[in-house]
T-cell receptor, first 119, second 115 residues
Framework: AQTVTQSQPEMSVQEAETVTLSCTYD???????LFWYKQPPSRQMILVIR????KQQNATENRFSVNFQKAAKSFSLKISDSQLGDTAMYFC????????????????WGAGTKLIIKP | GAVVSQHPSWVICKSGTSVKIECRSL??????MFWYRQFPKQSLMLMAT?????????EQGVEKDKFLINHASLTLSTLTVTSAHPEDSSFYIC???????????FGNGTRLTVT
């Protein structure tokens, strides 16, 4: 069974600083996706970034980037130039892929990291 | 694109009554929707996987007779909490996938309070 571990329950940084959230996972699968979702105080879950395991290049989305280390099973999220609106719970998630593009694939979720951006 | 609408956003009901929560995919067809429950300061707990036109698949420990899920069309899934009790008070979130390996898109959640 797959597991996802986020070892930082809470982090806080000053606005404009860079912060890195850690995520490790355990799987014997070779084909999978990894995600970072953000849940602000409104509690709306928002996709931040996605990484396909078969891609060596780290995914980036504007100020958000990941450091994907497949051998180490590590998938950290870096937020550059942090903004007050980045304050949220951040969840790391794993989804294994099968031979068929079936939409039933479930996400395995980490416990989350509460990120606070201070003005 | 890929908007998921969930209604109501919050509901208060009396113990013993039933509550229905709707989840709609507004601009895409979702053959599969997922229902989650989230306790305060915790991660998402998958309750069930809902497939259009067939019975939902419930996770272990989730009472299918208490949490009735219906996925009658490609754009609508409903979760009915039957004979609600205070311990059912929680935040319920639905999500849907465009298909294949696409990411999940989430509704804005429903806060249920049972008095």
């Amino acid at each position: 069974a797959q597991t996802v571990t986020q070892s930082q329950p809470e982090m806080s940084v000053q606005e404009a600083e860079t912060v890195t959230l850690s995520c490790t996972y355990d799987t014997s699968e070779n084909n999978y996706y990894l995600f970072w979702y953000k849940q602000p105080p409104s509690r709306q879950m928002i996709l931040v970034i996605r990484q396909e395991a078969y891609k060596q290049q780290n995914a980036t989305e504007n100020r958000f980037s990941v450091n994907f280390q497949k051998a180490a099973k590590s998938f950290s999220l870096k937020i550059s130039d942090s903004q007050l609106g980045d304050t949220a719970m951040y969840f790391c998630a794993f989804m294994k892929l099968g031979p068929f593009m079936d939409s039933n694939y479930q996400l395995i979720w980490g416990a989350g990291t509460k990120l606070i951006i201070k003005p | 694109g890929a908007v998921v609408s969930q209604h109501p956003s919050w509901v208060i009901c009396k113990s013993g009554t039933s509550v229905k929560i709707e989840c709609r995919s507004l601009d895409f067809q979702a053959t599969t929707m997922f229902w989650y429950r989230q306790f305060p300061k915790q991660s998402l707990m998958l309750m069930a996987t809902s497939n259009e036109g067939s019975k939902a698949t419930y996770e272990q420990g989730v009472e299918k007779d208490k949490f009735l899920i219906n996925h009658a069309s490609l754009t609508l899934s409903t979760l009915t909490v039957t004979s609600a009790h205070p311990e059912d008070s929680s935040f319920y979130i639905c999500s849907a996938r465009l298909g294949g390996y696409s990411p999940l898109h989430f509704g804005n959640g429903t806060r249920l309070t049972v008095t």
